[in-house]
């Protein structure tokens, strides 16, 4: 009598079920939440403490990235106006988000800890164009999207936490490759 | 048919126009054309907890000809190019295209002999998702912009 | 690991073997291909060896590094006695072709069309040798270090239509 039995228990899973919680959240009203270390495919270039752009457009994110979606051109080196060191400048900096991976490996290089993921997701364009991430973009994203946990220094001191105690992230930014 | 060219412009046509939008948006009948990956998002789109029933794009069509939304989900090789082609030729009007995830949009990284460098070079898309895969968010997102754009539809364009 | 197969092989076949190496079990022959059938045959029947399964076969493009220029290579692998063998057939540019496999392991049938369709290699005496990954009227072999990396051939032609 085992089929008997299995009968009235999936009616009973079924009426449990009826006025159980649906478990469906109404997307454009509510987001689901997401994990603590979640990024997405969009992303977003810092300014320093002082207001200056930390990006010094040493290229390195343009010759890591896999699909070579970045572009960058760069300034010749001129003096900071707010420390008055010599440092580059980017001029242009755009993503092209249509073959963006989310390999990470952009924020891994940066020397500067100038690029870093944001938690939202970017959305979708109605032509190609719509989904490439020009520099007024990159930076309006700072202020705009909620930015992910880990910039390049981040990571480097979860892989290995000593390392970030002898050497402080804030170094001179005229030892670093321009 | 030839009657909605009298109606262009007249209070009636835009009338007209907007119901037809209307029941069209929200009856969109998908054809998921999954060749990858990204297949694991748009499944997950359709499960319940971002139920693209809500949207009224619930019923996925395996027939082009019972369609009018494709989804292109996934990397298309050169080889496969003439099958979306034909797909999409098989589908009746009106009908539109959501090119999914990075490599539909634009060949991904995959830069090579054998990858169609993406499928606007065959058929014409409507709404770009990018993301490697796509959130399950962004999916709806693109499901609520193509809803607004077959609204804004001109009469003439529904013949 | 023992060098069993390897020392067999070299007492058989003295004149076909160029070269053979082990590094952790990992046992390979740089074979001749002009009787690459019997070795082939004589790994599969010897009760000792008895290479009963294909693992795979593929093609190593040595351009400009080392002449000749291809390197077939197979993989098998021995379900009953459990161990490994790889075999090395070199081969020139101008005369890429070896003996088909299919007639001592069928499971290689269509791994030698790969091989023939990405590298183009020729394998003699293959039954239905032709491309299987790449379309119909593709130019060239894809695989080959000296295919022009950014050379597309898409196809311009709908299903079912004759170009």
Redesign the interface.
Known sequence: MGWFDATFKTFGITLKNLFRK???????AV??ERAERYR??SFALLHDENGEEKCIGCKFCEWIC???IIAITATPKRESPFTGKKRGYAEDFTI???????CELCIQVCPEDAIVMTRD????????E??VLTMDKLYANEKTTRLSWHTGAGLMEMQNPQRGQEKPAAAGAEDKPA | MGLESNLTGTFVGTRLSDALNWARKYSLFQYPFVTACCGMEFMSAAC????IS?FGAEIPRFSPRQADLLFVVGTVS??L???L??VY?QMCDPKWVVSFG?CA?????Y?N??T???I??IIPV???????P??P??V???L??LQE?IQREPLEKQA | MSKKAIERLSAKFADQVLATHDAHGDETAVIKRDRLLDILRFLRDEKDLAFDMPIDLTVVDWYRKREPRFEVVYHLYSVTMKHRLRLKVPVDEDDARVPSSYPVWPGFDWYEREAYDLYGVVFDGHPNLKRI???EGFEGH?LRKD?PIN?????T????EKS
Not at chain 3, 157 to 160: E, K, S, Y
Request: net charge neutral; charged share 20%.
């Open positions: 649906p478990s469906t959240v109404e997307f454009p987001q689901r997405a495919a896999p699909s070579q092209n988000l249509q073959a963006c991976i989310v997701t970017e959305q979708p364009g109605f032509s190609r719509d989904l | 319940s907890h971002y139920d809500r050169h080889k190019a003439p099958v082609r034909k030729d990075a949009s634009s060949g991904g990284f830069d002999y054998c169609v460098q993406g606007d070079t409507d709404v770009y998702i990018p993301g490697c796509p959130r968010e962004q709806l997102d693109a609520i912009m754009k | 990954l790449m379309w894809p295919y050379k597309r051939q898409p196809i032609t709908l299903l079912g």
